[in-house]
């Protein structure tokens, strides 16, 4: 009777871990990031500050010496925010979406204006 309750008890505490593990493993994006991209030969760069609650993200972008209000979520480790821009008039609604690596770096997409292009984001 020994060791169906020791195997159990290994069983119970391996799958403890293993929960332990994945909660400590989720991604927390909250902090300031460097944004560095490209559209179509058209340099992104600015910094943006990023918060998050579960999976809601909110923030702002500083981009020419303004902040610039953000939305987004992360779920699992796709990460995707959004931010309006408006230049000569027009106001341009920018979708960022990518993926946070094992190595802390946002990779991904940009989609403004009917046009794409790629990005990558460093934590500060």
């Given at each position: 009777m020994k060791k169906p309750a020791a195997t159990l008890a290994l069983v119970l505490a391996v799958a403890l871990s293993f929960a332990i593990n994945l909660a400590a493993a989720a991604a927390d994006v909250s902090g300031t990031w460097n944004v560095d991209g490209d559209v179509v030969g058209n340099a992104v760069k600015f910094a943006c500050t990023l918060k998050q609650d579960g999976e809601k993200l909110s923030g702002t972008a500083n981009m020419q010496g303004k902040d610039i209000p953000m939305t987004g979520s992360v779920k699992g480790s796709?990460?995707?925010?959004?931010?309006?821009?408006?230049?000569?008039?027009?106001?341009?609604?920018?979708?960022?979406?990518?993926?946070?690596?094992?190595?802390?770096?946002?990779?991904?997409?940009?989609?403004?204006?009917?046009?794409?292009?790629?990005?990558?984001?460093?934590?500060?």
């Amino acid at each position: 009777m020994k060791k169906p309750a020791a195997t159990l008890a290994l069983v119970l505490a391996v799958a403890l871990s293993f929960a332990i593990n994945l909660a400590a493993a989720a991604a927390d994006v909250s902090g300031t990031w460097n944004v560095d991209g490209d559209v179509v030969g058209n340099a992104v760069k600015f910094a943006c500050t990023l918060k998050q609650d579960g999976e809601k993200l909110s923030g702002t972008a500083n981009m020419q010496g303004k902040d610039i209000p953000m939305t987004g979520s992360v779920k699992g480790s796709t990460v995707s925010f959004t931010f309006d821009v408006d230049h000569e008039g027009t106001t341009y609604t920018n979708v960022f979406t990518g993926r946070l690596g094992d190595n802390g770096v946002i990779e991904g997409s940009i989609a403004v204006g009917g046009v794409e292009g790629s990005f990558t984001a460093k934590k500060q």
